[in-house]
């Protein structure tokens, strides 16, 4: 029997704010994690994930990071999602059972393995170990132009079969044949979760559950409508949304991700700096603008507002 992790909905990966000289600035991520389950309306957080700039945080930062999200979403009564990315299958196992311990982490977002391309078996391995020694219920990451690992469809399904494991975050790059044939034989207790912000409309439309976005960390009461939308089947204004949301996304990440994001965030006041840890370098002031222009209210928007 798979643990119940109930992954429907908008899940908002946060951003990690930080201060013009580089430190953490907590503060504003207790209001960004606030902000995205009360008024955006997100079902639920992710902490560390690839927005956060998980690779660049001390191991006391990333306690620090799951500990306030972990707050806000005891408060909100929200599901919370801890990244988890390593090529070490040992090292991942004592991450997962050390998040296991603190008994407030609905499931852990694992990367396939990166850069090691362990082939599709040795990815199959390596979750087969997370589950059987994690102890905490694990969502696929695939995403292999990050990680150089694909994995076919018939591997996604045995994945979804481990008694662990409840969802993906799918993230190819493509609405493809693989995509459509995962998307059309669900797996039960197996939920696939869009990870391409651009392409998130389609993918809702033919039948994911809901997404892991970073580009809800700016309007997320929008990307949640848009999940909400195509969940009710209201397809006219699910395609009006997703197509003026596909363009946002476009915009924040015309440059790698958090960039132009935390760009944004900082041109609307929401976090005291928009620095990024090297090897990131700072958004253009071109990117920012063209992002918070799209950010601030699309049309859709104003139409809604119009006719409310
Ligand atoms: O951090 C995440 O989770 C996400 N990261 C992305 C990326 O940087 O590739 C994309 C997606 O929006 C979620």
């Keep these: 029997m798979k643990p119940e992790a109930n992954l429907t909905g908008l899940f ?8 013009d000289d580089l430190r953490l600035s ?7 994690a606030d902000e995205a389950l009360s008024a955006g309306g997100a079902r639920g957080l992710v902490a560390l994930g690839t927005t956060a700039e998980a690779a660049t945080l001390t191991a006391e930062e990333k306690r620090a990071v799951v500990r306030i999200c972990s707050a806000a979403c005891r408060a909100h009564g929200a599901p919370l999602i801890v990244g988890v990315g390593t090529n070490d299958t040992a090292a991942a196992v004592t991450l997962l059972q050390e998040l296991a311990q603190r008994g407030d982490v609905t ?5 396939t393995p990166p850069y090691t391309r362990p082939g599709e078996a040795g990815t199959l391995a390596h979750f087969t170990a ?11 990451y695939d995403i292999p132009y990050r990680t150089g690992q694909p994995v076919g469809t018939s591997t996604l399904r045995a994945l979804g079969h481990l008694p662990e494991v409840v969802g ?5 790059g493509a609405i493809d044949a693989a995509a459509m044939e995962l998307l059309g034989s669900p797996t039960p207790g197996f939920a696939v979760l869009g990870g391409d912000d651009a392409v998130i409309s389609p993918l809702l439309a033919a039948g994911a559950r809901g997404g892991i976005l970073a580009s809800a960390n700016v309007r997320t009461a929008d990307y949640a409508e848009l999940i909400s939308l195509w969940r009710r089947d209201a397809a006219g204004p699910a395609r009006r949304l997703g197509a003026e949301l596909a363009r946002l996304s476009a915009a924040l990440f015309a440059e790698p991700n958090p960039a132009v994001i935390k760009g944004v965030l900082h041109a609307q006041g929401r976090i005291p700096s928009p620095a990024v840890r090297l090897p990131l370098l700072a958004a253009s002031a071109d990117s920012v603008r063209r992002a918070a222009d799209l950010a601030t209210a699309g049309p859709h928007r104003a139409h809604r507002e119009i006719a409310a």
């Design 168 to 172: 993906v975050k799918y993230a190819t």
């Design 12 to 19: 908002v990966p946060l951003v990690t704010p930080f201060t």
């Design 26 to 32: 907590p503060d504003a991520l207790v209001r960004l």
């Design 107 to 111: 499931a852990a977002l694992v990367p």
């Design 130 to 140: 997370l589950a059987e020694h994690g102890g905490l219920p694990l969502v696929v």
